[in-house]
């Protein structure tokens, strides 16, 4: 809309997730696509008060979540992982609702990364790669950080968070 470049986000069951590039902010401006439809949505912002709660996230990642087998096709979710210095948040918006919600939310010591040089704050700009990633088999979502040699999982049915270790792969 009026020439502000977007660019894709995610691709999942015939949607396109963009995101609008001329904001410097951390919470941008977001559209789910349905290219065949020619229709989209645009996506409201997280509320600040649900967003930012103490502190303001350093980075979001953005992604659809796969359709569930009981759910509409032309329903839709969003997922967004906020990485806050303290801690890491799931967000849901539901297109059937057309609200947003805080869906899971755990401290990054209980997943095993503590502060320091290396702590939560360097993982937004440089410790994760491999984004997206659903494992629709299992309802995961994988975020991997070489950094920090850990694998942080969403389970999209529980909406839990654990890490699974890179070496032995055993659930942490």
Not at 82 to 96: D, E, M, N, P
Not at 104 to 118: M, N, Q, R, Y
Request: aromatic residues 12%; charged residues 15%; glycine residues 8%.
């Amino acid at each position: 809309s009026s020439g502000i470049p977007w660019h894709v986000r995610d691709v999942r069951d015939g949607r396109v997730l963009l995101e609008a590039c001329q904001v410097l902010e951390t919470l941008k401006d977001m559209a789910v696509c349905d290219p065949l439809s020619r229709r989209y949505v645009l996506l409201p912002p997280i509320p600040t008060d649900l967003a930012v709660q103490e502190e303001y996230p350093f980075d979001i990642v953005p992604i659809l979540a796969p359709i569930g087998d009981d759910e509409d096709d032309m329903s839709f979710k969003v997922i967004f992982l906020a990485i806050y210095g303290s801690k890491l948040t799931a967000f849901v918006f539901s297109s059937v609702t057309q609200q947003w919600c805080m869906a899971a939310s755990i401290g990054w010591s209980l997943l095993g990364v503590h502060h320091g040089p290396l702590g939560p704050c360097m993982l937004s700009t440089y410790g994760f790669c491999g984004l997206p990633g659903f494992d629709n088999e299992g309802g995961c979502f994988y975020l991997a950080s070489p950094l920090l040699d850990k694998l942080f999982v969403l389970d999209t049915q529980k909406m839990e968070f654990f890490t699974v270790n890179h070496h032995t792969g055993y659930y942490i």
